[in-house]
């Protein structure tokens, strides 16, 4: 059976838990934090969460993950037919992670413990979160779809949901900027997926996980 590593806080383990309970796969959890474990090194060299293990060895990177598991396990697609409309997919992961994601991470130290960022980074970060919006207004097809890509829920709502949510914490506590009104039809798309049965879980998790995961980051 499928293994998934990682923790209920860690929005990129829960991009791939949306995906894993949205093909009705089976898998067990194996609640596991970052670092530089050796044997935890085996199955993910950077350290990273999360990874997967598989009949064949361990896989990790998000994206690697998501395209594995769609490749494997096809029904329940979280990919359009079309090759067009499926690096479409991936062109939206794609800045989803370099432009929303990672900027709002470099202000992690001053949003999740308390330290100081300097203004430089917060310039710089939210130079690129304002680009990487724009890309995003530019690639979905919000406001006259349900989902960011055709009619079907794609990885790329899964995503872009989660990114979203570090994003969204991140430019809201520095800038007091609200990223969902960046991208028209952005924040009523964040409410629908929202309302699925498994964001609700995955939510409610990351909820129940929060208070121990902030404390040991600021023991840190
Ligand atoms: N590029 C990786 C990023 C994963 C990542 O940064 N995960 C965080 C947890 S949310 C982590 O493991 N952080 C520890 C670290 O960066 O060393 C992916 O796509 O999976």
Redesign the pocket.
Known sequence: MLKLY?FA?????NMVKHALLHKGLDFDEVTTF??MDPAFNIKSP?????CIETEQGCL????V?LNYLETTYPAKPLLPADAFQRAKVNEIMKVA?LYIELPA?RLFPEVLAGKVVSDDIKADSRETLQKGCKALAALVHLPNSKYLVGDELTMADIVVRYALITGGLCAQKVYQWDLLSEVPGLAEWSKHMAAMDISKQLDKANQEGMAAFLQAVKAK
């Open positions: 990682g806080v860690s929005n990129y383990f970052p670092g950077m350290g990273k969460v999360p990790a990177e998000t994206s993950i992670e991470r």
